[in-house]
């Protein structure tokens, strides 16, 4: 039977929690790999070229060429994750320590990590209640005079409305570095993510929308940046061993690379079957007027790493007995991020940290709860979870 025709059969709850039970969790998200990732990391090892010393072995190369064609842009520089890349990428734009990046609070707590990393004074910027994402006039609130580099995050794998925000960077000569480290596959107004601003920044870590391993890349149309970080990545070293200027070792390695090479070729195939399992969850959940649907508005396309409603009104108390009720169905349903990165308890006490009010981001804290929709998940899993998330409300 298909996966679409047996999507659509008569399947009883009864008979989807005995499949389930019989086995472990539903992750949250998971790899997809397969014979031709073990095959490539075979090669690599019978190779016997593990790395190289200037971070450009052959599948390297190979790799950064291929991605930055899927992109649409001039360059791409892998490196050893999505962090190494947000850093690099700020210290290619010449943050200096008075500078200040305007960031969402609404993150994974390395967007944050980046900046202070990299000397510079982080600025919180809210978000749009639909989007999760920051826009132009979030942005604007959070600008300064010092603000050197703006950093939208493309949340859950849903590519901010760019197009604003640029236009905002451009008349105030501002650089515009992107967080798309859920964002593989995601556009805005026909532009493909990794080619809109003047660096974005991947990840690559598991469970993300393709992986190798742990591993980054920063994507750029322009020559110098690229040049820098491809010095950063190799301890500023401007030729072997001539060092110019602040560097790291952020090389990544060419067994990742090899298998970032296979994921790249699949990427595609893995979009449509997170898109197709989210259309799938948004049908059948929307009954719910409980739940707000993540939403997909005109112009901005999602890559669905995450896929995320909201319990509308809810308090933090109301929405982790809902997420409490779906783990002990077996389904690993998560919050990201049940704290902003602005209340941590670093950033919290950091002296360099600014923001005005975030009332958006504490409410999406308190109301948001993901569900796995990766395309590992099979039919009668995606019904179970649609099952599941009936009952337990
Ligand atoms: C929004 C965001 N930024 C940055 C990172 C950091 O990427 P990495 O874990 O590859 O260092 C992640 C990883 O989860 C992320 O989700």
């Given at each position: 039977?298909?996966?679409?025709?047996?999507?659509?059969?008569?399947?009883?709850?009864?008979?989807?929690?005995?499949?389930?039970?019989?086995?472990?969790?539903?992750?949250?998200?998971?790899?997809?790999?397969?014979?031709?990732?073990?095959?490539?990391?075979?090669?690599?090892?019978?190779?016997?070229?593990?790395?190289?010393?200037?971070?450009?072995?052959?599948?390297?190369?190979?790799?950064?060429?291929?991605?930055?064609?899927?992109?649409?842009?001039?360059?791409?520089?892998?490196?050893?994750?999505?962090?190494?890349?947000?850093?690099?990428?700020?210290?290619?734009?010449g943050i200096q320590p008075e500078d200040e990046v305007v960031?969402?609070?609404?993150?994974?707590?390395?967007?944050?990590?980046?900046v202070?990393?990299?000397g510079g004074r982080t600025s919180?910027?809210?978000?749009?209640?639909?989007?999760?994402?920051?826009?132009?006039?979030?942005?604007?609130?959070a600008l300064t005079r010092r603000t050197k580099v703006i950093?939208?995050?493309?949340?859950?794998?849903?590519?901010?409305?760019?197009?604003?925000?640029?236009?905002?960077?451009?008349?105030r000569g501002i650089a515009?570095?992107?967080?798309?480290?859920?964002?593989?596959?995601?556009?805005?107004?026909?532009?493909?993510?990794?080619?809109?601003?003047?660096?974005?920044?991947?990840?690559?870590?598991?469970?993300?929308?393709?992986?190798?391993?742990?591993?980054?890349?920063?994507?750029?149309?322009?020559?110098?940046?690229?040049?820098?970080?491809?010095?950063?990545?190799?301890?500023?070293?401007?030729?072997?061993?001539?060092?110019?200027?602040?560097?790291?070792?952020?090389?990544?390695?060419?067994?990742?690379?090899?298998?970032?090479?296979?994921?790249?070729?699949?990427?595609?195939?893995?979009?449509?079957?997170?898109?197709?399992?989210?259309?799938?969850?948004?049908?059948?959940?929307?009954?719910?007027?409980?739940?707000?649907?993540?939403?997909?508005?005109?112009?901005?396309?999602?890559?669905?790493?995450?896929?995320?409603?909201?319990?509308?009104?809810?308090?933090?108390?109301?929405?982790?007995?809902?997420?409490?009720?779906?783990?002990?169905?077996?389904?690993?349903?998560?919050?990201?991020?049940?704290?902003?990165?602005?209340?941590?308890?670093?950033?919290?006490?950091?002296?360099s940290t600014r923001?005005?009010?975030?009332?958006?981001?504490?409410?999406?804290?308190?109301?948001?709860?993901?569900?796995?929709?990766?395309?590992?998940?099979?039919?009668?899993?995606?019904?179970?979870?649609?099952?599941?998330?009936?009952?337990?409300?």
């Amino acid at each position: 039977m298909t996966r679409n025709a047996f999507r659509f059969s008569v399947i009883t709850y009864e008979d989807c929690v005995a499949m389930t039970s019989m086995r472990d969790m539903i992750p949250i998200n998971q790899p997809s790999l397969g014979k031709e990732e073990v095959e490539a990391v075979v090669e690599v090892l019978k190779s016997g070229i593990l790395s190289e010393k200037s971070g450009r072995g052959p599948n390297v190369l190979q790799f950064e060429k291929e991605f930055a064609k899927f992109v649409g842009a001039k360059h791409a520089v892998a490196v050893s994750s999505g962090t190494a890349a947000l850093h690099s990428a700020l210290l290619a734009a010449g943050i200096q320590p008075e500078d200040e990046v305007v960031i969402p609070s609404f993150t994974f707590s390395a967007t944050a990590g980046a900046v202070v990393l990299a000397g510079g004074r982080t600025s919180f910027a809210d978000i749009d209640a639909d989007t999760y994402c920051v826009t132009r006039e979030t942005i604007e609130v959070a600008l300064t005079r010092r603000t050197k580099v703006i950093m939208p995050v493309h949340i859950y794998g849903l590519c901010a409305d760019m197009n604003p925000i640029m236009d905002l960077a451009r008349s105030r000569g501002i650089a515009v570095i992107e967080d798309a480290a859920q964002a593989h596959g995601a556009g805005c107004n026909g532009q493909q993510v990794g080619s809109i601003g003047d660096a974005t920044c991947f990840s690559f870590y598991p469970g993300k929308n393709m992986t190798t391993g742990e591993g980054g890349m920063v994507t750029t149309n322009d020559d110098d940046l690229a040049e820098q970080v491809r010095m950063i990545r190799t301890h500023g070293e401007e030729r072997p061993y001539w060092v110019s200027r602040q560097g790291h070792n952020y090389h990544m390695p060419e067994i990742s690379a090899a298998i970032g090479i296979v994921q790249l070729r699949k990427l595609p195939t893995f979009l449509q079957e997170r898109r197709k399992n989210a259309e799938y969850l948004t049908e059948k959940l929307s009954v719910l007027g409980k739940l707000m649907m993540p939403k997909e508005p005109a112009g901005l396309k999602h890559a669905w790493y995450l896929f995320t409603p909201r319990l509308r009104g809810a308090n933090a108390g109301k929405r982790n007995k809902l997420v409490e009720k779906l783990r002990a169905r077996n389904i690993a349903a998560s919050v990201y991020y049940e704290s902003p990165v602005h209340m941590l308890p670093f950033y919290r006490d950091l002296q360099s940290t600014r923001r005005s009010a975030l009332p958006e981001t504490e409410r999406a804290c308190r109301q948001v709860f993901s569900l796995p929709v990766h395309p590992q998940l099979k039919p009668t899993e995606l019904q179970y979870i649609v099952d599941s998330v009936k009952r337990a409300i």
